[in-house]
């Protein structure tokens, strides 16, 4: 992956590499840059200005060492979160601002520098660099070096990377400043950042200090003092200096506009208000063109606007975008527009007046380049379409070298005087002793807070020992018996209460089990040790009064039982909290044996806490070995700095130091975040011997180390590292050393050591004698490392790891290095492995784990030939390292961080330091980085998370993400596949303020880290997809075609009962014309109520009968004849809300011998983007007049209307709220039953407007249909729930009750916006059987009475009648919400098996109508069988072939049975290429014949062959005579094993989806809703999704309803599931607000509108993430 480096930063950078300008900076030693290693130092304690190009130099000013002590302290404050930046800059500047004369490159205000341009002469001057302002954990001049090497690398192959764009809010919130505009007086782009490279900040082993020694941000005095916003904003997406000419004004804040997007519509609202907007101008390109060829082409092409063509672009097709003005007012978000599809037609199919297409031009671009080669193995999988595994690549490095052997360590020495156990010890020093001191404790300011005796000790222990055993619970029900465990909850600062407690429980018999201070219910990681405690049956807690006191407290005053726990009794120790012991009371202290002593936690990578047991005979031989190997004597002092609980400073500074009557100074870490010198002083006031500390606390010494004369080290004789282990924190060592060489510090002193939960202290480096030479260094090269192979030659010099050693082998071990994977096998030399121990002083255990205990403490290693090394087994230590020839131990990272990414392996620790090397640094706070794998489709990706500083702005982010990942990509060769930066303070810490992996890891994944900044690389990191199909030539028909087989299966046709053969006694049958049928019941039943409209109360607005709604029709023919002077045939376009109006106005028309157009209304709030579809629906179908009520046809006519439309242009408008008293002359007749009787408009999912011709003799068909599929007759009753303007909605609406007789209960849909339950109440309060809905109705009535069910069911509201709830649709049955919708009612009475599908397109408006007879026999009218659903695999899908699993296997799909086929319709399943017919269980193009199929598309030219291939085609082999309808969706039928009425089996069809919606991605076809459902499925807060693509991208739009904060958080989620789910690459993330997805009125999603939104920019998105 390559990222570009723009030019201006360029410069910066360059500018900045060749002169550092010095800032104030409190008393650091300066480095240089190539790495002084003299101690030569600056003098800090004055401040010299840059040589500003003829400005007299200024005086140096002295600053006090009170105020640099101050000084120091801020910038702590600072740096861990304890104070802002502003606060930290007026506070600042208070103190400075005495010690400057004030010259003119200083702001007053601030007192900070302001950057001049540097001459060449004044910047050899200020080359040196500053130590203090790198994290020395992960400093390596070396690295960074090669960081800089492979950044400028990437430079050379310049690449325009798109920057993500933010709603304006959105970045308003995450930080206030980052989007304001450089303040062109001041000259400079650095101001106000001046000093933050010096910032000393405070951090614990994984925390931040020091903010980077990167120079100013942008070039000098190059702004102008009118440079425009616009400008400025554009530069934040290009990177380009201010100097260089931008050439795209691209705004990275995807709109100017106000942030407040306005109340997000409900959809309903917006599905019932609005046809999507598409604009007349160019109705003509798009009217059908889709239909007409979507069975030729790919969906990759199958668009409006032609586009780019991915692989024929050059870079220097630059995209000029049309610039805004900048300084207009801020507007508030309109409705988007879609579909303002002109904008999109220009000739390179680019769009011009869009930022987001020359954005993914720009991805595009980058994407086309060559990626890394690609891995040499697919995975395997268990579908043939992934491929078989290939070999391992020949040359790629392999271990050489001869099998390592096991290493001894010395014997360990038995001592005379050493004591049978820890607690006999104790015994001796307490009672010989008792004034020896053993403990002393400091209080934040440094002064000693208590001083504890080796005879308080004891007597302390012995009292908690006393108290334990008979002073808890009573005889028979005792609380804490031998052998129990017992959690010991004391803070950081009170080690005396601990030992006390510790050695108490020792004494007692009973388990230590030592945890952290649960500060609040949700601590990071406090749930896990909550599992621990609970595992180990703790049931007490000892804390100290203190402690007691600060634990979060119920309001009754109890602590409460936190998340996980088990319930505690807590025990305070304090002495006056306990009964003194008699005074002939004596604990029973016994040798050490092999009881468990203590139980030590160990967090896992994956966030789980183990507990590891050691015994008492592990425990004093830890001790022994500790002391031998660090020649430990009685009465020596040592300065701990660790935490004493656990780990490293528990076994030298409670357990050794006793064993040895050692006197142990304990600095806190809350001292040491206020004076990090503060152990240094200690080591110096007490001349102690021996110091314990991590490499985090000797840099924060170097941080503050200021020029105290009283600093002498000469009495240390040894400084143990406890974090020797981690290869960075060699550079700590060698820093610290370089400074206090010259205090007495001695270079034999610094003693690394490595040591793990599991198997103790594993190695020291021993204190060296005088002048000895110090041990060589392992410089490896990270290319070797990653391949699990020792090289020190490395090709490329740069990328290299430098390794100390930590010692020999411990006392009375072994060590041996095991492979890494598979039998524990020992290693070559030359290879890299787990280290492993065999000693009496490791853990035994992990509590409770028998089967993990084995893995770990009871390894065999082998040899090649499978011989044990050694009788004993060993324990694992997790430390992957090596042994060298002379036997020193070399440690280069741990098992947890390990990451194996294609079968290389990567340390996090060493990614953390490439990201750290990478200049400037002032962005993210250094400590505050996580970096851990996740697993993505079968291998690791890596990702990385930051703390970004709260002044830092979007582009300087962004460029530094962009940099960070080219650096790691050059030295480590592994791609990132998602960086994040989040604000500053909010990744979850451990209890000593590092960052909490696995926490974090878990909120990544859960998307609740809610980052401000995300970059995903999944096109660069994922290499092993499965290979792009190729399509196979089809086989000819000759060999196929047997007889009723094809390719040996059955033909898949299926049909629905005989219309010929059903005798009834349908009268109306005798009539051709609707309008005959309407005369006809007018005549014979006039008072019959064939409708009633309801009201959004339920009550009945209004009702018709046969007689009135004749007379009516009568009247409106009558007007047409008189004001319309209309000819027969001439079309007219009814303007209707949902009603009976609607009804009377249709049957007028055919009166009149016109032919009726229903369009939907205009919605008055929103006409802007409604009314042009109706003006082009009206234009289309040209329309002679338009008929309406009186209050649309003001509207269509107002000041609003004639913004949208042109209004002069409308046809004649009548209003038919009055109609004549007289009726017509005379009622027309039709000449021909095969002459039109109406139109049906509709506005496709892809956003065509498709009208089709139905006949009279259709129209008569489709009704008998539908009568006899619904046994439909004049004492029924059915209630709709549509939308009445176009499909099978629309026949139900108008035309059933006419022909059937039956009695309509119309509710209009958009009356449910107000009461959501009026469909329910409707169907329950007049007893109807029988219902119809669409899916928008049925997912309003989910979402929204979803928690109302038992208040309607004590209501009254009963749904037990309903036989039939048929959902009219025209997609693929959405089973879920079936399934929601019958779980949720089912409580209201609601048969499971009432709900079903049917399936309509526009050939034929209904196919498939499934209705079920409950509790009737099959043999019973038209029952049909119960519809079935099959599961079947998404992979086969994609090669267009039907494969069923079964439930709940991986990559299953459920698809729900259409519905029954309708009588008089014959089904064929045929390939839409080829258009041979296809067997069954194929997936091929539904094709469809009927007697009420339409006639054919109402197209503006008479585009004849659109119409012959729709509405006439035939089979190229077999049946060749019938002429088919193609119903343009895919499909399959599958025989059953049950029967329908006449005996037969019954054939089920099965709607995957529309062709023209399907994408062709990789060779394979994808149905958008299978990405869309994965997509919803990942977090709650996505409520919809759509999908489409562009240029081979893939789109995801995601609705979020929640937080703009959680926008980010959904593009790794979303990235994450398609790629798991669907083998796809995820191009562009839109996160946007509920309701910006349009829908059409059956509630299908309109994406190719979306898409015209989003390209043309007017979606007003929360975020857009372009992945890399």
């Not at 015994?615 to 020596?636: K, N, P």
């Not at 020291?764 to 041990?775: A, H, K, N, V, Y």
């Not at 009135?1108 to 009247?1115: C, S």
Request: one cysteine or more; aromatic letters at 6%; hydrophobic letters at 35%.
């Amino acid at each position: 992956m390559n990222l570009t480096v723009s030019e201006g930063h360029r410069a910066a950078l360059l500018q900045h590499l060749s002169c550092e300008v010095p800032t104030l900076f409190c008393g650091s030693f300066r480095e240089d840059l190539t790495g002084t290693k003299d101690g030569q130092r600056g003098s800090a304690n004055t401040f010299k200005a840059p040589d500003d190009g003829g400005m007299a130099d200024r005086d140096p000013v002295p600053i006090p060492v009170e105020v640099r002590a101050k000084l120091a302290e801020l910038e702590l404050e600072l740096s861990e979160g304890d104070i802002t930046q502003k606060g930290y800059e007026k506070k600042r500047s208070k103190l400075i601002g005495a010690y400057f004369s004030q010259g003119p490159g200083v702001d007053p205000s601030t007192g900070q520098e302001r950057r001049m341009p540097t001459t060449p002469s004044s910047s050899s001057r200020y080359r040196r660099r500053l130590s203090g302002s790198r994290d020395e954990r992960y400093r390596s001049d070396v690295h960074t070096e090669a960081v800089q090497a492979a950044l400028a690398k990437h430079r050379e192959r310049k690449m325009a990377v798109p920057m993500p764009s933010k709603r304006r809010s959105l970045v308003v919130q995450n930080s206030m400043e980052a989007y304001t505009p450089p303040d062109t007086s001041s000259g400079s782009e650095g101001e106000g950042h001046g000093d933050e490279e010096e910032e000393g900040e405070g951090v614990d082993g994984e925390e931040e200090d020091g903010g980077g020694g990167g120079g100013g941000g942008g070039t000098s005095s190059s702004l102008e003092g009118g440079i425009s916003m616009e400008h400025w904003i554009s530069r934040a997406i290009h990177g380009t200096s201010s100097t260089t000419n931008t050439t795209s004004s691209t705004s990275s804040s995807s709109s100017t506009r106000s942030g407040s997007s306005g109340v997000a519509r409900a959809r309903l609202a917006e599905v019932l208000a609005q046809h999507v907007h598409i604009s007349a101008h160019q109705h003509h390109l798009r009217l059908h063109h889709q239909h007409h060829q979507h069975h030729q082409r790919h969906k990759a092409e199958n668009h409006s606007a032609p586009q780019p063509d991915v692989t024929g672009y050059t870079n220097n097709d630059r995209i000029q975008t049309e610039k805004t003005p900048s300084d207009g007012p801020l507007v508030q978000r309109q409705t988007p527009k879609y579909g303002n599809a002109e904008l999109m037609e220009t000739g390179d199919g680019v769009p011009v007046s869009s930022r987001v297409s020359a954005k993914i031009q720009q991805l595009v671009n980058t994407l086309k380049r060559p990626k890394r080669p690609p891995l040499r193995e697919f995975f395997v999988d268990d579908f043939e379409e992934l491929l078989e595994v290939q070999q391992p690549d020949p040359n790629l490095p392999k271990a050489e070298g001869s099998q390592m052997v096991a290493v001894q360590g010395e014997e360990l020495g038995v001592v005379t005087n050493w004591p049978p156990c820890l607690e006999a010890a104790l015994q001796r020093w307490g009672t010989i002793s008792p004034k020896a001191p053993c403990l002393t404790t400091m209080d934040t300011n440094g002064k000693p807070l208590c001083q504890l005796t080796y005879g308080k000790l004891w007597t302390r222990s012995v009292r908690v020992a006393y108290n334990l055993m008979h002073k808890l619970g009573t005889k028979q029900e005792a609380v804490v018996r031998p052998g129990d465990r017992v959690a010991l909850v004391f803070p950081n600062n009170d080690p005396a209460s601990f030992m006390a407690a510790f050695y108490g429980c020792l004494l007692a018999n009973v388990v230590p089990v030592p945890i952290e201070v649960p500060l609040t219910r949700k601590d990071a990681g406090s749930q896990q040790i909550g599992f621990l405690l609970g595992s180990c049956g703790v049931s007490a807690a000892l804390t100290s009064d203190a402690c007691h006191k600060g634990l979060p407290k119920s309001p009754t005053g109890e602590i409460p039982q936190f998340k996980g726990w088990p319930k505690l009794l807590w025990i305070v120790t304090d002495s006056k909290h306990l009964s003194k012991p008699p005074r002939d009371w004596f604990p029973d202290v016994k040798d050490a044996n092999q009881e468990t002593a203590y139980i030590e936690y160990k967090t896992c990578k994956d966030g789980g806490v183990l507990g590891v047991t050691v015994t008492r005979v592990a425990m004093l031989s830890h001790c022994q070995a500790i002391t031998q190997a660090c020649t430990y004597t009685e009465a020596e002092t040592i300065v701990n700095v660790l935490d004493f609980k656990k780990d490293v400073g528990l076994w030298h500074a409670v357990l050794t130091s006793v064993m040895n009557m050692m006197h142990v100074i304990s600095v806190p870490y809350a001292l040491m975040k206020v004076n990090p010198l503060s152990w240094i002083q200690k080591v110096c006031q007490f001349k102690a011997k021996v110091a314990c500390v991590k490499s985090r606390d000797m840099h924060w010494a170097l941080v503050a180390h200021r020029d105290q004369r009283d600093i002498n080290l000469s009495s240390l004789r040894m400084l143990v590292v406890a974090d020797g282990a981690n290869p960075w924190s060699i550079s700590s060592c060698d820093a610290f050393l370089n400074v206090f060489q010259t205090k007495g510090l001695k270079s034999e002193v610094i003693c690394p050591c490595a040591s793990s939960p599991e198997a103790l202290t594993v190695a020291i480096r021993r204190p060296l004698g005088e002048g000895s030479t110090p041990p060589a260094r392992g410089i490896l090269s990270m290319q070797g490392l990653s391949h699990g192979v020792i090289r020190v030659d490395s090709e490329e010099k740069l990328s290299v790891l430098t390794l100390q050693d930590v010692g020999h082998v411990m006392p009375g071990a072994e060590m041996c290095v095991v492979k890494l994977d598979g039998v524990p096998q020992l290693c070559q030399t030359d290879e890299i492995g787990e280290l492993c121990v065999c000693t009496a002083a490791t853990g035994t255990s992990y509590y409770g784990l028998t089967g993990m205990t084995k893995n770990s403490f009871e390894v065999v290693p082998v040899t090649n030939s499978g011989i044990p090394v050694s009788e004993f087994p060993f324990t694992r230590t997790g430390l992957l390292g090596f042994i060298s020839a002379s036997g020193l131990i070399y440690v280069a990272g741990k098992m947890e961080g390990l990451m194996v990414v294609g079968r290389r392996h990567h340390n996090a620790d060493d990614i953390v330091a490439t990201a750290l090397a990478v200049e400037p640094m002032k962005f993210v706070y250094r400590g505050r980085i996580a970096v851990f794998s996740i697993e993505v489709l079968h291998d690791e990706r890596i990702v990385v998370v930051a703390e970004q500083r709260p002044d830092s702005t979007e582009e300087d982010s962004f460029q530094w993400m962009s940099r960070v990942l080219q650096a790691i990509d050059g030295i480590h060769q592994v791609g990132v596949y998602c960086l994040a930066l989040v604000p500053s303070n909010t990744l979850p810490k451990t209890p000593l303020g590092g960052i909490h992996l696995s926490e974090t890891k878990q909120l990544f994944l859960e998307g609740a880290l809610h980052p401000c900044n995300v970059l995903m690389c999944p096109h660069t990191c994922v290499t092993n997809l499965p290979k792009p199909r190729q399509k196979q030539p089809e086989i000819g028909p000759a060999s196929v075609m047997v007889g009723n087989l094809v390719s040996g299966k059955r033909i898949a046709q299926a049909s629905g009962r005989d219309l010929t053969q059903v005798e009834d006694n349908d009268q109306a049958r005798k009539f051709l014309f609707l309008s005959e049928v309407l005369q006809w019941r007018a005549q014979s039943t006039p008072e019959h109520i064939l409708y009633t409209l309801l009201n959004s109360r339920g009550a009945t607005a209004s009702s018709v009968t046969c007689l009135q709604l004749h007379k009516r029709a009568e009247k409106t023919a009558a007007m047409l004849a008189e004001r319309g002077h209309l000819q027969d045939g001439d079309h007219i376009a009814l303007v209707y809300p949902p009603g009976i109006d609607l009804i009377v106005a249709f049957y007028g028309c055919l009166y009149a011998g016109c032919v009726p157009v229903t369009v939907r209304p205009p919605h008055p709030q929103n006409i802007s983007t409604t009314l042009p579809t109706v003006k082009m629906i009206v234009e289309v179908s040209r329309s002679a007049c338009v008929m309406t009520t009186q209050v649309i046809s003001k509207l269509l006519r107002s000041k609003e209307a004639s913004a949208a439309v042109d209004v002069r242009t409308w046809p004649p408008i009548l209003d038919t709220d009055e109609l004549p008293k007289k009726k017509a002359p005379v009622l027309f007749k039709p000449s021909n039953p095969d002459m039109l009787a109406y139109l049906d408009f509709s506005v496709s999912t892809t956003g065509m407007l498709a009208g089709v011709k139905m006949s009279h003799t259709a129209t008569s068909a489709f009704c008998r249909s539908i009568k006899l599929q619904c046994e439909l007759y004049p004492s029924r009753e059915v209630a709709i729930c549509l939308d009445p303007y176009c499909g099978l909605g629309f026949v139900l609406w108008c035309l059933c009750s006419v022909y059937s007789g039956h009695q309509s209960i119309l509710i209009p849909p958009s009356e449910l916006e107000v009461n959501p339950s009026l469909w329910l109440w409707a169907v329950s309060h007049h007893k109807v059987r029988d219902t119809f809905c669409s899916y928008s109705v049925m997912e309003l009535c989910t979402k929204g009475l979803g928690v109302q069910t038992d208040a309607l069911k004590a209501r009254g509201l009963d749904l037990s009648r309903v036989r039939t709830c048929v959902v009219v649709a025209e997609e693929r049955p959405r089973t879920s919400l079936t399934q929601s919708f019958s779980k949720l009612f089912k409580d209201l009475g609601l048969h499971h098996r009432a709900v079903s599908t049917s399936f309509g397109c526009r050939v034929n408006l209904a196919v498939c109508l499934q209705l079920h007879r409950l509790g009737q026999s099959a043999n019973q009218g038209t029952s049909g069988p119960d519809p079935t659903t099959v599961f079947v695999d998404m992979r086969a899908l994609r090669h267009d072939r039907v494969r069923l699993v079964e439930r709940g296997s991986p990559h299953s799909l459920p698809l729900m049975e259409s519905g029954k086929i309708l009588p008089g319709v014959r089904i064929i399943i045929a390939n839409p290429e080829t258009k041979g017919p296809m067997g069954e269980s194929h997936l091929g193009e539904i094709w469809v014949q009927s007697g009420h199929n339409a006639s054919g598309y109402f197209s503006v030219y008479g585009d004849e062959a659109l119409h012959s291939d729709h509405f006439n085609s035939r089979l190229s082999f077999g049946d060749t005579q019938t002429v088919w309808a193609r119903t343009g969706y895919l499909g399959f039928l599958r025989r059953t094993e049950l029967t329908d009425a006449s005996g037969e089996r019954h054939d089920a069809l099965y709607v995957v989806g529309a062709l023209e919606e399907a994408m062709e991605l990789r060779g394979m076809r994808y149905h958008p809703i299978d990405i869309e459902t994965s997509v919803i499925r990942t977090h709650k807060s996505i409520t919809e999704c759509a999908v489409f693509t562009w240029t081979n991208l893939l789109v995801v739009v995601v609705e979020l309803d929640g937080s703009e904060h959680e926008a980010l958080d959904l593009v790794p989620l979303v990235t994450n599931a398609v790629l798991e789910e669907h083998y796809l690459i995820v191009g562009v993330v839109v996160v946007v607000d509920v309701g910006v997805i349009p829908i059409n009125s059956r509630g299908e999603k309109q994406r190719m509108h979306l898409r015209d939104g989003f390209l043309a920019d007017q979606l007003d998105p929360i975020y857009v993430a372009y992945n890399m």
